[in-house]
C-alpha cells in the first residue's frame, strides 16, 4: 500500500498523546501502571528484605529499634525506586534537572514512609502488637499499600512533570 494510510491501529497509536485515540492512552496509562508496579514490587522487595535483616538478622542489628529499621529500609528502596522510575516507568516524563527531580522524588518518598512509619508506630506501639508478622503486616502491608497509592499519585503531579516525548 504506498497510500501513506495507516495499516494498523498500531500506526495510530503513534502520535503524540493529545492526537492519540482514546484506546491509545489508556493503554498507555495501563502499561504506566504495571511499570509502577513492578518497580515498586521490586522496591518492595528491597524494603521488606532490608527491614528483616535489620530486625531479626544476625546479630539483630536493630532488634528493638523497628522506626529505625524502617527509615534505613525505605531509604535505601527509594533509591531502588528512582532508578527504576526514572529510567522505565516515566522515561517520556522525566526532567533534565536529575537533582531536582531526586529532591522531590525524595520527598514524596517521605511522605510515603510517614504513612508507613504511622502504621507501625500505631501498630507496635499503641496497639502493642509486637510481633515479626504485625510489624510487617502494618508496616509492610497496610502502610505500603496506602503510600504507593500517594507515590503514584505525587510522582505523576510533581515529581515527573516534563511535557510526554511524543512515541517513536
Same mark, same amino acid.
Given at each position: 500500500m504506498a497510500t501513506g494510510a495507516p495499516t494498523s491501529n498500531v500506526d495510530t497509536l503513534s502520535g503524540p498523546p493529545a492526537q492519540r485515540p482514546p484506546r491509545g492512552r489508556r493503554h498507555t496509562q495501563i502499561l504506566e501502571v504495571l511499570r509502577f508496579g513492578s518497580v515498586g514490587g521490586l522496591a518492595f522487595v528491597v524494603d521488606t528484605g532490608m527491614f528483616n535483616l535489620l530486625r531479626f538478622g @544476625?546479630?539483630?542489628?536493630?532488634?528493638?529499634? @523497628? #522506626? %529505625? *529499621?524502617? #527509615?534505613?529500609?525505605?531509604? !535505601?528502596?527509594?533509591?531502588? +525506586?528512582?532508578?527504576?522510575? $526514572?529510567?522505565? %516507568?516515566?522515561?517520556?516524563? $522525566?526532567? @533534565?534537572? $536529575?537533582?531536582?527531580?531526586? &529532591?522531590?522524588?525524595?520527598?514524596?518518598? !517521605?511522605?510515603? &514512609? =510517614? #504513612?508507613?512509619? =504511622?502504621?507501625?508506630?500505631? +501498630?507496635?506501639?499503641?496497639?502493642?502488637? $509486637?510481633? @515479626?508478622? *504485625?510489624d510487617n503486616i502494618s508496616a509492610n502491608g497496610v502502610g505500603l499499600v496506602l503510600g504507593t497509592a500517594f507515590r503514584y499519585v505525587a510522582y505523576r503531579s510533581w515529581v515527573f512533570t516534563a511535557d510526554k516525548a511524543p512515541s517513536a
Open positions: @544476625p546479630g539483630d542489628l536493630l532488634e528493638d529499634k @523497628p #522506626i %529505625t *529499621a524502617k #527509615i534505613l529500609s525505605v531509604a !535505601i528502596a527509594t533509591l531502588v +525506586s528512582w532508578v527504576g522510575n $526514572r529510567y522505565w %516507568t516515566f522515561s517520556d516524563r $522525566r526532567t @533534565p534537572t $536529575r537533582v531536582r527531580e531526586l &529532591m522531590g522524588f525524595a520527598v514524596v518518598n !517521605i511522605g510515603g &514512609m =510517614a #504513612i508507613a512509619v =504511622a502504621c507501625l508506630g500505631f +501498630s507496635h506501639y499503641v496497639l502493642d502488637l $509486637r510481633s @515479626p508478622l *504485625a
